[in-house]
C-alpha cells in the first residue's frame, strides 16, 4: 500500500491543548504533506515537509520527518474548536492515495 | 485567491441514469483528479489527468466512468449507468507542475442516486 496510515484515528481534547498526529509511510519520499477535511468538504493543504528537513512551522502547526523511521507528525497548538477536522497525510507527487485519516475533536 | 470550483453541488439521479459532473480547475494547473468519498468513509483516489490523458486510476474507475476536458477550462467526470452504491461525494482537484503537486481540492458534488 502506498498510503500514508495515520494515528490515531480518532483524538478529543479540550480548547486549548495541543493535538499531536502521526503518519507512517513505506517507501522513500521526496516530500510528505499534510491534509485537512472538514465535515464533508474537500481536502485543504496544510503544510509541506520535504525530504531533507526536520521540521516545519505553520503558525500553529509544527511538522517533523524522521526519514529513519518512516514517520511524520503534525502538532497543532493551542487547538481551537474550528480546527475539529480530519487530518491526512499524503506522501511523494506519483501517487495520489490519502490514508483514513486522523479525525480530530476539539471540545470548546 | 484562485480555487476549484465544482458544479452542481447536489446532484440527484435515477439508477440508470447518465451524469456528468463539472469542475474547473485552477487555470495554470496542469494535473487534475476525481476522488469520491463515500458517507462515513475515507477519501478513495479515482483518477488522475495530465496532457489530455488519463496518468493513472483506480480499480474504483471501471468502464463505467469517463473524464474529459472538453475545453480549456473544464474538467468533467461521467458516470454512465448510475448505480445506488455511486452516491457519494465527488471532489475534484488540480495541481501545479513540478515535483511537489499539492493539490488544491474544490468543495465537491454530492451524488445521491435513487
Known amino acids: 500500500s502506498q498510503q500514508g496510515e495515520e494515528d490515531p484515528q480518532a483524538l478529543s481534547i479540550q480548547e486549548g491543548e495541543n493535538a499531536t498526529m502521526n503518519c507512517s509511510y513505506k517507501?522513500?519520499?521526496?516530500?510528505l504533506q499534510w491534509y485537512r477535511q472538514n465535515s464533508g468538504r474537500g481536502l485543504v493543504h496544510l503544510i509541506l515537509?520535504?525530504?531533507?528537513?526536520r521540521e516545519k512551522h505553520s503558525g500553529r502547526l509544527r511538522v517533523t520527518l524522521d526519514t529513519s523511521k518512516k514517520s511524520s507528525s503534525l502538532l497543532i497548538t493551542a487547538s481551537r474548536a474550528a480546527d475539529t477536522a480530519s487530518y491526512f497525510c499524503?506522501?511523494?507527487?506519483?501517487?495520489?492515495?490519502f490514508g483514513s485519516g486522523t479525525k480530530l475533536n476539539v471540545k470548546p | 485567491e484562485p480555487e476549484v470550483t465544482q458544479t452542481p453541488s447536489h446532484q440527484v439521479t435515477q439508477m440508470g441514469q447518465e451524469v456528468i459532473l463539472r469542475c474547473v480547475p485552477i487555470?495554470?494547473?496542469?494535473?487534475f483528479y476525481w476522488y469520491r468519498q463515500i458517507l462515513g468513509q475515507k477519501v478513495e483516489f479515482l483518477v488522475s489527468?495530465?496532457?489530455?490523458?488519463?496518468?493513472?486510476k483506480s480499480e474504483i474507475f471501471d468502464d463505467q466512468f469517463s473524464v474529459e476536458r472538453p475545453d480549456g477550462s473544464n474538467f468533467t467526470l461521467k458516470i454512465r449507468s448510475t448505480k445506488l452504491e455511486d452516491s457519494a461525494m465527488y471532489f475534484c482537484?488540480?495541481?501545479?507542475?513540478?515535483?511537489?503537486?499539492?493539490?488544491?481540492f474544490g468543495a465537491g458534488t454530492r451524488l445521491s442516486v435513487l
Open positions: 515537509i520535504r525530504s531533507n528537513e
Open positions: 482537484a488540480s495541481s501545479e507542475p513540478g515535483l511537489i503537486r499539492i493539490q488544491y
Open positions: 499524503r506522501y511523494n507527487f506519483n501517487k495520489f492515495y
Open positions: 517507501t522513500s519520499i521526496n516530500n
Open positions: 487555470s495554470n494547473h496542469l494535473y
Open positions: 489527468f495530465y496532457n489530455n490523458e488519463i496518468s493513472e
